[in-house]
């Protein structure tokens, strides 16, 4: 059997009931990408088995710590296993029946909607192992068809192409399903992930119990899609606004409340980003509050960015709930991870700084993660803001600033206080920091013409300290909003919105174009 070796660390993280191993624990490979694998820790002795990656920094995600052999048999098992933990009402015939990590079975997802199974293979093993799923879900659960929503861009991480279609059988255009009552119109090769949302389908039923507990007056469901939570949310409200960017996405919404014959709820197509500050504004409020926005983490640096969206669309949405309202609140974010400063130290030039807002919990986890990916930790700077005030700690009067070094660099000025005194921003974009505080970081570790990058740049103040100091800028943001508000404010430096600078597409782009800068 194919056989990969992984170090301490590694052999470690999956004793202690990880699913993972990332590309920089392993020491050993004899394996082709895509083959199931025995794992084997330094000393020779056997973890378990695992799906292995040539492309991921995913290296190795574990199907078991036994022995077994893992064949057509075990999978069937799996699967078995799997559909008994489904306690499925029946006023539902749509549900996720493969809930990959959840189940054990990573990086396999299916979902059912009534008669059709959705199939998602998100990693070169279970691609490979595709055909093999497909014959036993026609076995086990006797479908009308199945098709494939391979065209989830992590595939890509993985080598894999995006693929959308049918594997077996004839699936219509359209389908009625039910969830809880409820009916809805799902195209299962269409729409977004596998045609519906259905991993949040008994967070539906929680929030219509939550709102419950309020006046269930007004009701606000913001990133809407196809209006699950809306819907489930008018039957007990009475009233339900929803809210999405899409047009698409909010004209399937009125089609589902349509079915339902439900005239209390309306769709609109709206960034969410701006209708919350203009129901701010208005002085609209509500009982009840959905936030269930994509995945704004959508890459492995995009953590940072995806937290101060997190951060600016709860603390809005806070500001128009009622008395006793309700806010439900959903996210995909985790810690501060490993991968991201793996693909940071990688795309930075020998000999350079690396500067990371935190706060001080925050700082005991990222500080060895970075050391692990490469970097020298030079020493920790404040940031004392004068008073008590928001940032990437709620309500804090001092913000970390943590030093990384890649290579050695000289520092431009060596009399630099370690604590930097400047005011807070007062009524400015959420944990905005004054240009001030970014012209001391950039003044002790760059020189004149040389490049300052921002993967998630906010309202631009590393930005303006940057050009007003004769550095080139690029920075990108995942809040359409901060990148208009950036491009703006360089415009007063006569930088304007020039393509090679800014934006980049995403956190992912922008990495990439720092390494060929």
Known sequence: ?????????????????????????VIEIDADGGSVVLVKDERGNAIGRALFSNASQIALRFLTQGNEEIDRNWWRQKFREAASRRHIPPDTDSYRLIYSEGDLLPSLIVDRYADVLVLQTLSQGTDALKSMFVELLVEEFSPRAI????????????????????????????????????RFLVTPLGGQKTGSFLDQRENRLAARQAALTTNAGRALDCFTFNGAFALHLATVCEHVTGVDISGEAVAGARRNAALNDLSNVEFHEANVFDALREMETSGERFDTIVLDPPAFAKNRASLKAALRGYKEINLRALKLLNRNGVLITCTCSYHVSEE??????RVLKPDTHFYLFCDAETMFVAKPEAERAGFKFWKPLVWDKRTIGMGYHYRARYEFILFFEKGKRRLNDLGIADIIVESRIHRGYPAEKPVRVSEVLINQSTK??????????????????????????????????????????????????????????????????????
Do not use: C
């Open 1 to 25: 059997m194919k056989t990969v070796r992984v170090n301490k660390k590694g052999a470690d993280r999956v004793r202690h009931g990880h699913l993972w191993i990332y590309r920089s624990d």
């Open 147 to 182: 098709v494939e929503r391979n065209d989830a861009r992590v595939r890509e991480l993985e080598g894999l192409p995006l693929l959308s279609g049918t594997l077996y059988g004839e699936v219509p255009p359209e389908l009625e399903t039910l969830q809880h009552g409820l």
């Open 340 to 345: 991201l400063f793996v693909e940071v130290f």
């Open 448 to 517: 004149p013409g040389e490049v300052v990058a921002d993967p998630f740049m906010g309202s631009g103040s590393v930005g303006v300290a940057a050009v007003k100091n004769g550095r080139r800028f690029i920075g990108t943001d995942l809040n359409p909003g901060a990148v208009r508000i950036t491009s703006d404010r360089l415009k007063e430096y006569g930088m304007g919105n020039a393509p090679d600078d800014l934006p980049a597409p995403d956190q992912a782009s922008l990495l990439e174009m720092i390494s060929e800068t």
